[in-house]
């Protein structure tokens, strides 16, 4: 009758070991994923803005053609910068909000200069 105990018990211990070893591994891939699809959104969000500085400076250089005088274009650009940050904090706040909390270690930044400073840590490491 001990025999069968101790069988049981151990077929009990591997069951934990075999749900607790899997779910290690589980949480292993879910990181790795995540991780790369936070670097490819950093790396598509920080495309867009480059995009957005470029049009802006056509943008600034056809209102100079125009004939558009340098106050209402300053004023335009500190409109079009204050824009721009906004979007920055609020794709950065929507980001970290996205992490559940056992992947929420991956996000190791708080604003945007910090997240790209990680992206080019990143790419400097890989």
């Given amino acids: ?75 335009i650009k500190e409109l079009d910068h204050q824009a721009l940050g906004n979007w920055k904090e609020n794709a950065i706040a929507l980001i970290i909000g996205s992490f559940p909390g056992p992947l929420r270690n991956i996000v190791t930044f708080n604003n945007w200069k910090e997240a790209m400073k990680e992206l080019d840590k990143f790419y400097r490491t890989n």
């Fill in 1 to 75: 009758m001990s025999g069968i105990l101790v069988a049981i018990a151990w077929a009990i211990v591997g069951a934990v070991l075999y749900k607790i070893s899997s779910a290690i591994i589980a949480l292993g891939r879910y990181t790795v994923f995540s991780r790369m699809v936070l670097f490819h959104s950093l790396k598509l969000m920080a495309l867009i803005v480059d995009e957005i500085k470029f049009l802006r400076e056509l943008k600034y250089k056809h209102m100079s053609e125009v004939g558009l005088g340098e106050n209402q274009i300053e004023l």
